[in-house]
């Protein structure tokens, strides 16, 4: 299984970097897992917060994989357990899919064409996490369901 991450804006201060980094090596032995950071587009420079959100989703689009299973990360998506996940990814790999994309869009949301293109929508509940930390959030999730996956343990 390979999973890309395709995140709006970069991580700037170093605590978040180092949190992804951790579980970018553990992720390691289980799944090829890649970030891909595009840039952020500045509302008032953009012409405001529409404009920003569509050019940030040119970007989006063109960086995930072709063939990839498109997942966005959505308040408004389906809540999942972790062992809940880790079964989807479970259930996704023996349909054939080798590639799960996460897209994580930017602070003023996602647009249209991402949602368009997104093949579901997941949330980690109703509550609005900072991008970075829903990336850290994310890469420990995918981390745990690999655990689960193989039971062995971490995730109680």
Same mark, same amino acid.
């Given at each position: 299984m390979k999973f890309t991450v395709v995140a709006v +804006? !970069?991580?700037k201060e170093r605590?978040?970097?180092d949190a992804c980094a951790e579980y970018l090596k553990r992720l390691q032995p289980y799944a090829k897992? &890649? *970030? *891909?950071?595009?840039?952020?587009?500045?509302?008032a420079r953009a012409g405001g917060d529409a404009a920003a959100v569509e050019r940030e989703g040119e #970007?989006?689009? !063109?960086a995930l994989p072709e063939r990839a299973h498109v997942v966005l990360l959505a308040i408004d998506g389906k =809540? &999942?357990? /972790?062992? #809940? $996940?880790? +079964? &989807?990814? @479970?259930?996704?790999?023996l349909s054939g899919c080798g590639e799960i994309a996460f897209v994580i869009g930017g602070?003023? +949301?996602?647009? #249209? /064409? *991402?949602?368009? &293109? #997104? @093949?579901?929508?997941?949330s980690f509940g109703p509550i609005?996490?900072?991008?970075? $930390?829903a990336r850290v959030v994310l $890469?420990? =999730?995918l981390y745990r369901a690999c655990k689960i996956s193989r039971n062995e343990p971490y995730h109680k």
């Open positions: +804006g !970069k991580l605590f978040w970097a897992t &890649r *970030v *891909v950071e595009v840039p952020d587009v500045d509302p #970007a989006v689009l !063109k =809540q &999942r357990s /972790s062992e #809940a $996940l880790s +079964g &989807r990814i @479970d259930d996704l790999a602070s003023c +949301g996602t647009s #249209a /064409s *991402v949602r368009a &293109r #997104a @093949d579901e929508a997941v609005t996490l900072p991008h970075n $930390l $890469l420990e =999730q």
